[in-house]
């Protein structure tokens, strides 16, 4: 569950949420609701062609291509901040 992307070791919005068994949403939520805790450095939207990538390189990566916005993604500090404040 844990992808490269821009050369920085990430999880995926979806894989946090399946990890502590929330809704990916609530997960956003916080996000959304603390922005100045999330700096782009720790947690960002990737983009349409860093998707694509994924897709061709992880068979195994856990994105609908039904979704209406593109998947979020956090570093271990970004994990470490949502699950310490926001999930537990």
Do not use: H
Not at 17 to 36: F, M, P, S
């Amino acid at each position: 569950m844990i992808y490269e992307i821009r050369g920085v070791q990430v999880m995926l919005d979806s894989d946090l949420a399946k990890l502590y068994q929330v809704e990916t949403k609530r997960i956003n939520e916080a996000v959304y609701r603390n922005q100045e805790k999330f700096p782009e450095r720790i947690s960002w939207i990737i983009t349409t062609g860093e998707i694509n990538s994924l897709w061709s390189q992880n068979a195994t990566a856990n994105m609908s291509s039904k979704s209406r916005a593109n998947p979020r993604v956090f570093t271990e500090q970004g994990i470490y901040i949502c699950v310490r404040q926001y999930i537990n």
